[in-house]
């Protein structure tokens, strides 16, 4: 068996690996599902506003991310600036927090997966499934960073290659390119006879604010660059490089994806609404696939595809930005040592092997039911994700603010975030609305159901405890301004 060695993580990602990672993070099923159920509710119009909105927020978060880890390359990023320019606490609460968050997404990407290949092979065990994804995770990310991040790279690559071929046969339909009338833009200024509701905002402000809400689920994963740093051959170039990117792509993909689904397919179309719960068939996606000639036919096949690629690229960055966060907490005390152990290829391979059993729990799915796990597996990680923004915003906010403090100037910064202090401002109170009104449909049922409570509100109070327990026991102090650790240690460059 390998010895493990002790302290330095690789730095084998490469910026062309990295810019993909930012990207790739950010395509998931949010876009090839959720897109559909967001235009149904909110119109064409409402539906890009929202997602448009929830991507400045994302920008603006990323661009606080992307001067902090300009600076500080660092293993643990978010939850090592937390801990420098903050407070411990809040640390070890963000980084606990982010391990649970992104090891049960791993569940759940297994228990997705598993319900994916049913599409081609319905009577399959699903447990076997998920045990195959597993094995085929677990080695990419046991072999070396290198793998990993190749890996993703392909993964990421099949997205948005398929995002872009949509984009262009959206537009070709439109224009009547491909046979048959043009498109046009009759969906827009279309009015619905049984609701009594017109194209493009058919739902009002208040779906608009509940498709805004969700938006922000489908963009999670972007800050894993953050984590990445760490391991990143030529962080302050890549870095900045990735960063700067994910914007524009996001606003190409999603709102463009949401203008040519809204464009294409009208916004009380049945079929919608049935993209989420109703399989592969109803992706909105599929829906504009089918109406190609040739390709038509086999477009759920090609869906369903890239759809269990989008998972399994879900699930393989997962297993590598939860177990690079354990390590880090592992190096500063935070979690068990043995977890800061590193392989002579710079694999940290205990905070693997934890991650990926987390992540095993998926193998309950045959018994317990697949589609009840998931949802709860999927409810659960999905808030913890936006405490996570949260608070990145607020570690920039002191970040700058030590920085001032400590007599230093702006020019000496390596990359610096645009729109400060209005965006890390404004990303912090649409990352509340979103921790404390994105699950209000829970009071609003009409059967209270406490299994859905649970399930969707736990993370708050769950962080709170991780926060003010370590607090109690630590007997921690907010850092002040001018001790703030502004720079890297020699063991960490």
Excluded at 132 to 161: C, D, H, P, Q
Excluded at 248 to 275: E, H, Q, S
Excluded at 371 to 386: C, D, E, P, R, V
Aim: glycine share 10%; aromatic share 14%; with cysteine.
């Amino acid at each position: 068996m390998t010895q493990p060695e002790h302290h330095h993580l690789h730095r084998e990602i490469n910026a062309r690996q990295l810019g993909m990672l930012a990207i790739g993070g950010a395509i998931g099923t949010g876009l090839f599902f959720a897109s559909g159920s967001a235009i149904s509710q909110a119109g064409p119009g409402g539906a890009m506003l929202a997602y448009l909105v929830m991507g400045m927020a994302v920008y603006c978060m990323m661009q606080s991310l992307g001067e902090m880890a300009t600076q500080l390359p660092v293993a643990g990023s978010f939850e090592a600036y937390a801990e420098r320019f903050v407070d411990k606490s809040l640390g070890f609460a963000l980084g606990w927090n982010y391990w649970f968050s992104w090891s049960i997404t791993l569940a759940a990407e297994f228990v997705a997966g598993a319900l994916i290949v049913k599409f081609w092979f319905p009577d399959s065990n699903a447990t076997l499934w998920a045990m195959g994804f597993f094995v085929a995770l677990m080695a990419l990310n046991l072999l070396s960073v290198r793998a990993f991040a190749e890996a993703e790279y392909w993964f990421a690559s099949i997205k948005v290659t398929v995002v872009l071929v949509f984009l262009v046969i959206g537009v070709a339909l439109i224009l009547g390119l491909l046979g048959g009338d043009a498109v046009g833009l009759k969906h827009w200024t279309l009015a619905d006879p049984v609701s009594h509701t017109q194209a493009p905002f058919p739902g009002g402000i208040t779906a608009i604010l509940m498709v805004f809400l969700v938006a922000g689920f489908s963009f999670q994963g972007t800050e894993g660059v953050g984590l990445a740093a760490a391991e990143a051959a030529d962080p302050q170039r890549s870095v900045p490089q990735a960063i700067r990117s994910v914007f524009w792509r996001i606003l190409i993909f999603y709102v463009g994806a949401m203008f040519i689904v809204g464009t294409v397919i009208a916004f009380n179309d049945p079929n919608l609404l049935k993209g989420e719960a109703g399989g592969v068939a109803y992706s909105p996606f599929t829906l504009v696939f089918q109406r190609i000639p040739v390709v038509g036919p086999y477009a759920a096949h090609l869906m369903n595809f890239v759809i269990l690629t989008a998972v399994l690229s879900a699930g393989n960055a997962s297993l590598y930005v939860s177990s690079r966060m354990l390590q880090a907490m592992a190096d500063r005390g935070a979690a068990p040592t043995f977890f800061g152990n590193l392989n002579r290829r710079g694999v940290p391979v205990a905070a693997v092997w934890a991650t990926g059993l987390m992540g095993a729990l998926a193998f309950l799915a045959s018994t317990v039911g697949e589609q009840k796990i998931y949802q709860m597996l999927y409810n659960a990680s999905g808030l913890t994700g936006f405490i996570i923004w949260l608070g990145i915003a607020i570690c920039h906010l002191r970040f700058r603010r030590a920085w001032v403090a400590q007599g230093r100037s702006l020019d000496q910064l390596k990359f610096r975030a645009r729109f400060f202090p209005v965006g890390p401002w404004l990303a912090l109170a649409l990352f509340v609305v979103v921790v404390f009104g994105a699950n209000v449909w829970v009071f609003q049922a009409e059967q209270f159901s406490w299994f859905d409570f649970i399930t969707n509100y736990a993370p708050i109070p769950g962080v709170l405890l991780l926060y003010f327990g370590h607090k109690l026991v630590r007997g921690t102090r907010l850092v002040r301004p001018q001790d703030a650790r502004l720079d890297p240690e020699p063991e960490e460059t």
